[in-house]
């Protein structure tokens, strides 16, 4: 049996200013509830991430992103609808909402 899953997320950006990508690749490995991949992000640019899966949580940190070498990270996800806080430079918050597909199958 394999910790891998391969996901596509389709998201939309609330409450900034940029030009996001909307369309976000991802590979993630899961092993008691302990969660590591990679995945396409809103900049462009490939993140790496490790963090832990607590009931509808993601929590953890990744790379990848303009402002830090690292960064905090949280994700409410349910029934693969999911929405996490997001900061821009100029000091934006907003919201990344969108949906994850697991591509493949449960085999």
Do not use: Q
């Amino acid at each position: 049996m394999s910790c891998l899953s391969l996901l596509l997320a389709l998201t939309l950006h609330v409450g900034l200013e940029g030009d996001y990508n909307n369309i976000h690749p991802h590979g993630r490995c899961t092993v008691d509830n302990w969660i590591t991949g990679a995945y396409y992000n809103s900049e462009e640019s490939v993140s790496y991430y490790v963090g832990r899966k607590i009931s509808n949580f993601e929590i953890g940190l990744v790379t990848g992103y303009s402002d830090m070498d690292v960064v905090p990270m949280i994700r409410y996800i349910n029934d693969g609808w999911f929405v996490a806080p997001a900061y821009e430079t100029p000091g934006n918050i907003g919201l990344t909402l969108g949906y994850e597909f697991k591509l493949g199958s449960d085999k």
